[in-house]
């Protein structure tokens, strides 16, 4: 199993204040390197743009982002998930790609890699916010269309 590693650099925007949070990739679901290096390359525009610095680290304490191939039993609609415990927000998120790939209709790549880290932007939103609300428009919206999720303007997933 090949894991990466990210650090997300909070800015003093976000309710985490100057603090460091290791962002580590686990890609159980085998992703393609080249999928794989179009989601880091959204993931650090998308976070980049919302005022988050990002650098690779080790894998340790602060959330855990795990590709899986297809969500659990009887979330066939889920391109993600975000783990709770109460009504918090645990740092251990999901990002299903094969739905993922259904709904935006190719596996290229380039925009399979960009899907996916805008699903993981939403999912990283819930926890940063320790929120499960959704809005109606950018990255916490319920529900994407895949035309959405491949839009040219990594500005509208920006995490607010």
Same mark, same amino acid.
């Given at each position: 199993?090949?894991?990466? /590693?990210?650090?997300? &650099?909070?800015? =003093?925007?976000?309710?985490?204040?100057?603090?460091?949070?290791?962002?580590?990739?686990?890609? *159980?679901?085998?992703?393609?390197?080249?999928?794989? @290096?179009?989601?880091?390359?959204?993931?650090?525009?998308?976070? %980049?743009? =919302?005022?988050?610095?990002?650098? !690779?680290?080790?894998?340790?304490?602060?959330?855990?982002?795990?590709? @899986?191939?297809? #969500? #659990?039993?009887? %979330?066939?609609?889920?391109?993600?998930? *975000?783990?709770?415990?109460?009504?918090?927000?645990?740092?251990?998120?999901? &990002? !299903?790609?094969?739905?993922?790939?259904?709904?935006?209709?190719?596996?290229? #790549?380039?925009?399979?890699?960009?899907?996916?880290?805008?699903?993981?932007? /939403?999912?990283?939103? /819930? !926890?940063?916010?320790? =929120?499960?609300? /959704? %809005?109606?428009?950018?990255?916490?919206?319920? !529900?994407?269309?895949? #035309?959405?999720?491949? *839009?040219?303007?990594?500005?509208?997933?920006?995490?607010?």
């Amino acid at each position: 199993m090949r894991t990466l /590693h990210l650090l997300v &650099v909070l800015g =003093s925007t976000c309710s985490l204040a100057a603090r460091e949070v290791p962002l580590c990739i686990d890609n *159980a679901a085998q992703v393609d390197p080249w999928t794989m @290096q179009a989601m880091k390359e959204e993931l650090r525009t998308i976070l %980049s743009e =919302s005022g988050l610095g990002v650098r !690779y680290s080790s894998c340790g304490e602060g959330i855990r982002l795990t590709l @899986q191939t297809a #969500p #659990p039993n009887g %979330s066939d609609g889920a391109l993600g998930a *975000a783990r709770r415990a109460g009504k918090a927000i645990l740092p251990e998120m999901t &990002v !299903y790609a094969a739905p993922v790939r259904r709904l935006i209709g190719t596996g290229l #790549p380039v925009y399979l890699g960009k899907a996916m880290a805008r699903v993981a932007v /939403h999912e990283i939103g /819930h !926890y940063l916010r320790q =929120s499960g609300d /959704h %809005s109606g428009e950018g990255p916490m919206t319920e !529900y994407f269309a895949g #035309p959405k999720l491949l *839009a040219a303007r990594s500005r509208d997933f920006q995490i607010r």
